[in-house]
C-alpha cells in the first residue's frame, strides 16, 4: 500500500483528540455592524471563550488589528527582507482566531457553530496535521 | 451450480463490497486501508474459491481475509517504527486475529449495521453533495471509478481525485464513523436521502447524452434506498423515498418508445407498468400513511401512487393529487413543486389559472418551466407564444431524447395540431 499512514479511528489509543483552526474572515469594504451589534459580539464571544476554557477544549484564541497593519518578513537567497503587508492582496482577511481540541469533525463543528453564533460572522474549520504530544 | 469464474466471483464481491468495506472501515479504523484489503481478498478468492468452493458467509470471508491481510502489512509497518501503524494494528485488535474464516460471522456487526455508519460518514453535510454522491457509489455500491465517471459525465482522472481529496479530508478532518446521535439525525438523514434521490434522478433524467435512463444508476439508487429501508425501519422518510423510487421506476418500461422517444405519462401505455414494484411501492405508502408523520418523499410518494391507482390517463384523480401538492408545498415550497402543481392545477380548473400560477414562478433557466408554459399556452391556443417557449425549453435541454420530443411538440403545435 502507497498511499500514505493509514488513521486512527475512534478507538485509536493516545491519538483521539484532534486540533482545529476555527478562523472568522472579514471582508475589506463590507459596512461595519452597528456599535451595539459589536458590543454583544464582544461579550458572546467572551462568554463562548470562558465556556470553552471550562470545558478543556480551548488551546488558543484571538482577534487580530486590521491587515493595514501587517508586516511581511521573507528569508530570501541568505537576506531577511521586510516589506509592508499584507501578504496576500485579496479582499478577504483572518480577523480571528480559535485553536480548539475536539475528538472529532462533529464536536468541532458543534463548537463551530457556537463560535459563529457568538461573533456572528461565519467560521471555517480545518484540522491541524498533528497533535503535539502533551 | 454456478461456476466460480473470475466473472462471478467479481459479481459477487461487488454485491458484498459496502458491507465488506464498511466492517474493515470500523475493524482498521481507515477507509483506503479497508478499499486495499477487499481488493487483496479478491485476488486470494479468484485463486481459491474454484478449487474450495464459496464459502458459506461469502461477507464474512472477505472481512476475515482482507483484515488478516491488513494486520500482516500494519505489522510490517510497525515493525519499520511507524508510530500510525502502530496505532492501527491497536485497532485492529491484534490479539485475535487469524482466526478461521468460518467462524467470522461475529465481524458482520453487534449493534448497528456498518454500511449505516458508512453512508452516515459518506453523506457527511462537511462533504460537498457531488463528493457525497460518488462516495457513496464507490463505498457502498461497489461501482469503480471509472463507471462512477462515466455516470457523471467527468473525466476519470477527474473523479478519481474528487474520491482521493473526499477519503484524504474523512481522514484529516476526522469526520466520525458512526451513526448520529437521536438529535442529529433529522439533520444528517436529509443529505443521505438527497445522494439517494440524486442517485436514481441521474440514472432517471440524464442531464445530457443520448440514454434517457442509465438503468444501472436507478437500480443502485433502489438497492441503497432498500438497504437503508432495512437499516432504519423506523424512519417514515426513509420508506417515502424508497416507496417514491420504486413508483417512479415502475412506469420506466413505458416511459420510452419503440426508437427510444420520451412518452409522457398521459400517453403511455400502463400494461407495461410494472405492477410489482407498484404494489410494493403502494404498500410503503400506505405503512407511511398509517404512521401519520408525513414529510416530502412521502408526500411524493403518495403522488406517484394516485397515478399508479389510475387504469388510464382520464381517470387519474387530479383532485386527490393537486391536494397533495398543497401539502407538499407546506413542508417543501420549492418552484419546482409549484411548477408541478401547477400542472395538477390545470386538469382541475384548465390551462387559465394554470398559466397564471406558473409566469408568477421564478424559473426562467429551468427547461420544465418552459415546456410547461409551451403546453398550457398550446392549450390555450395561443400558438405562437407556445412555439416561443417550446425554443426555450429546447435550447435549455441536452438530453436527446427530451429534445426529440419537444421539437415534436413545437412542429405539431406551428402546424395547429
Redesign the interface.
Known amino acids: 500500500m502507497s498511499s500514505g499512514r493509514p488513521g486512527t479511528g475512534p478507538e485509536g489509543e493516545g491519538l483521539t483528540v484532534a486540533q482545529y483552526l476555527l478562523s472568522v474572515h472579514m471582508i475589506e469594504g463590507e459596512p461595519a455592524p452597528a456599535p451595539e451589534v459589536m458590543e454583544q459580539a464582544y461579550r458572546d464571544v467572551d462568554a463562548f471563550n470562558k465556556e470553552l476554557q471550562a470545558s478543556g477544549a480551548w488551546v488558543f484564541a484571538g482577534g487580530l488589528h486590521p491587515p493595514t497593519t501587517a508586516t511581511v518578513v521573507r528569508y530570501q537567497d541568505g537576506d531577511v527582507v521586510t516589506t509592508d503587508g499584507p501578504f496576500a492582496e485579496t479582499k478577504e482577511h483572518l480577523g480571528g482566531f480559535w485553536v480548539v481540541k475536539a475528538p472529532d469533525l462533529d464536536a468541532a463543528l458543534a463548537l463551530a457553530g457556537r463560535a459563529s453564533r457568538a461573533c456572528q460572522r461565519p467560521v471555517e474549520v480545518r484540522p491541524f496535521q498533528d497533535v503535539p504530544e502533551d | 451450480m454456478t461456476a466460480l469464474d473470475p466473472a462471478e466471483i467479481a459479481r459477487i464481491f461487488r454485491a458484498e463490497y459496502g458491507r465488506a468495506v464498511a466492517s474493515l472501515?470500523?475493524l482498521?479504523?481507515?477507509i483506503?486501508?479497508a478499499e486495499?484489503a477487499v481488493q487483496e481478498a479478491f485476488t486470494a478468492a479468484v485463486q481459491r474459491w474454484p478449487s474450495t468452493g464459496l464459502p458459506p458467509s461469502p461477507a464474512g470471508w472477505i472481512i476475515t481475509t482482507g483484515r488478516n491481510w491488513a494486520i500482516n502489512?500494519?505489522r510490517r509497518e510497525s515493525s519499520r517504527g511507524?508510530r500510525?501503524?502502530q496505532?492501527?494494528l491497536?485497532?485492529a485488535g491484534t490479539d485475535a486475529s487469524f482466526r478461521n474464516p468460518a467462524e467470522m460471522d461475529d465481524e458482520v456487526s453487534p449493534v448497528y449495521d456498518d454500511r449505516l455508519r458508512l453512508i452516515f460518514t459518506c453523506c457527511?453535510p462537511?462533504l460537498a453533495p457531488a463528493v457525497q454522491t460518488a462516495l457513496t457509489l464507490r463505498l457502498l455500491g461497489g461501482l469503480e471509478t471509472a463507471e462512477i465517471a462515466r455516470a457523471f459525465m467527468v473525466p476519470e482522472a477527474t473523479m478519481a481525485q474528487r474520491l482521493?481529496r473526499a477519503k484524504?479530508k474523512i481522514?484529516?478532518?476526522?469526520?466520525?464513523?458512526?451513526v448520529?446521535g437521536e438529535a442529529?439525525l433529522p439533520d444528517r438523514l436529509r443529505p443521505v436521502l438527497a445522494v439517494l434521490y440524486l442517485i436514481f434522478n441521474e440514472g432517471y433524467e440524464a442531464s445530457s447524452g443520448a440514454a434517457l435512463v442509465r438503468e444501472d444508476l436507478c437500480a443502485e439508487a433502489i438497492r441503497l434506498a432498500r438497504l437503508l429501508a432495512d437499516l432504519m425501519p423506523d424512519e417514515p422518510e426513509v420508506l417515502g423515498l424508497l416507496a417514491l423510487l420504486l413508483l417512479i421506476q415502475a412506469r420506466r418500461p413505458a416511459r420510452t418508445g419503440p426508437n427510444g422517444e420520451l412518452v409522457l405519462l398521459a400517453d403511455q401505455d400502463r400494461t407495461r407498468w410494472d405492477r410489482a414494484l407498484i404494489a410494493e411501492g403502494q404498500d410503503l405508502v400506505r405503512a407511511c400513511l398509517r404512521r401519520n408523520q408525513p414529510g416530502p418523499y412521502q408526500i411524493q410518494a403518495a403522488i406517484n401512487a394516485v397515478h399508479a391507482d389510475a387504469p388510464t390517463a382520464a381517470d387519474t384523480d387530479w383532485r386527490q393529487i393537486l391536494a397533495l401538492y398543497d401539502q407538499l408545498m407546506a413542508v417543501a415550497p420549492t418552484p419546482v413543486v409549484a411548477l408541478n402543481r401547477a400542472v395538477a392545477l390545470a386538469e382541475v380548473a384548465g390551462p387559465g389559472p394554470a398559466l397564471a400560477a406558473v409566469d408568477a414562478l421564478d424559473l426562467k433557466r429551468y427547461h420544465l418551466y418552459h415546456a410547461t408554459r409551451a403546453d398550457l399556452l398550446r392549450r390555450l391556443g395561443r400558438r405562437e407564444e407556445a412555439s416561443i417557449a417550446y425554443d426555450e425549453a429546447l435550447r435549455l435541454t441536452g438530453n436527446a431524447a427530451e429534445r426529440a420530443f419537444l421539437q415534436r411538440r413545437r412542429d405539431d403545435t406551428a402546424r395547429g395540431r
Open positions: 472501515v470500523r482498521l479504523g481507515d483506503d486501508l486495499e502489512w500494519l511507524y500510525h501503524a496505532a492501527a491497536v485497532h457527511h462537511a482521493v484524504a481522514k484529516a478532518a476526522k469526520i466520525p464513523y458512526r448520529p442529529e
